[in-house]
DNA sequence: GCGTCACTCACCTAAACTGGTGATAAAGTG
DNA sequence: CACTTTATCACCAGTTTAGGTGAGTGACGC
């Protein structure tokens, strides 16, 4: 299975025995794989992984001590070329977000069979990045909120988007009206024009709409 | 292979004629799948699609006309439920990034082999988001990129971040007070507190500092 | 029993919001 | 051409909302 190349070494960073041993006996039982180590924690993993340095390992998120989060941080810094798969309960956001940020190439989550599991394995040696199904839409969800459908033009006038800049940076009406050179009441008119244009009511309002619509 | 319900409907949009009619042939032939539609381009899909509007269209990018991009943003506004995946030879960081900003739930490469693309349309209709493994780690670099999680804890408490998250809503005082069933004074030191722990002074540069660091 | 923390409230000042008015210049209309 | 419309920027006065300070209670840990 392993294309060209002898064997995929593979350790596994997991505090619960049971699955991390079970998972240590499934690679060593599976034709072109080797578990190299297995970890109780994070710690453990750092002092021992290098004695026999894996392609990947597979590392849990909720670990007692330090998170598999930092772990992978860690040790993609201390090893570039060691490919990070977590392998986690977790499917919400923020833990999803974290991991890829830290460096993970992929996210699978526990409930990944057996065979799935092999055959990510070796996807992620040949340069992909194994995501279990509800991962995946999550991460491309993520997107999709980043810009959302069609970018509505409220045609603000270029003094109103230098004022909603200004708020945004952390402007008050006094500090943008001497920054503008404008009286304090004049700076009230013009926003009252962009609340109408961008249909809020108050300048906290503005400044989320401005942000998630990347007004400035 | 359909979980329960009856016949997965797909549409295709590929201007190049054999690659169309050959997926169509495909779609016809397997099982639990049916074409509802192939077209040569965005404008021919927009006005006829409808006609028998499928579950999942597979829309190339490189097409006469409007671009297979511009097409999935303006079907995926016009109709929100439907799964738009791209089918397309660039893999390149932009051509990814934007279709998935448009709304693509997935995004798979002409070389994917036919049991493939079944097994991938199958996923997306139970919530998967199917990828080509070298898009997959392409979109996953992207994360890694994007990855300075300054990731402060700022130790706000649970009754903060609700209140927090109500501003970001758009509540005045007044309003979150009624909602929290306490009084508009209560709210005000909570706000005291909570500017203190993020170290700005208005409501305006807490709900921005909350959108940027992801405090909601 | 002492300190810390989360939550509560009242009072007063500062800032933001509302409605009304007007000057100017560019674009459209008879 | 003169006339209206529209868009932009300007100002004030009055009301509403937000910000700053001080003070109190109950829960938890040491």
Not at 164 to 182: C, I, Q, W
Request: aromatic content about 6%.
């Amino acid at each position: 299975m392993p294309p060209g190349d002898s064997i995929i070494k593979v350790a596994i960073i997991e505090d619960q025995r049971v699955l991390r041993e079970g998972l240590a006996f499934l690679l060593d039982g599976t034709e072109g794989f080797r578990c190299t180590g297995s970890f109780g924690s994070v710690e453990q993993a750092l002092s021992r992984i290098s004695d026999d340095l894996p392609q990947v390992a597979l590392v849990d998120i909720g670990l007692p001590g330090m998170s598999g989060i930092e772990g992978i941080r860690i040790m993609k810094g201390r090893w570039p070329d060691l490919l990070l798969i977590t392998l986690t309960i977790y499917e919400d956001d923020e833990k999803i977000f974290d991991a890829l940020c830290a460096g993970a190439s992929g996210y699978l989550l526990k409930r990944t069979p057996p065979a799935r599991l092999v055959e990510s394995l070796n996807e992620v040696v040949n340069g992909g990045a194994p995501m279990s199904p509800e991962v995946a839409r999550r991460v491309i969800t993520l997107f999709n909120n980043v810009a959302p459908p069609g970018k509505v033009d409220y045609r603000l006038t270029p003094h109103e988007i230098r004022l909603l800049k200004m708020l945004v940076e952390g402007h008050s009406y006094k500090t943008a009206a001497a920054e503008l050179g404008s009286s304090i009441n004049t700076i009230g008119t013009h926003m009252q024009s962009i609340y109408r244009k961008l249909q809020v009511h108050s300048k906290s309002e503005a400044v989320v709409k401005a942000l998630r619509n990347r007004l400035v």
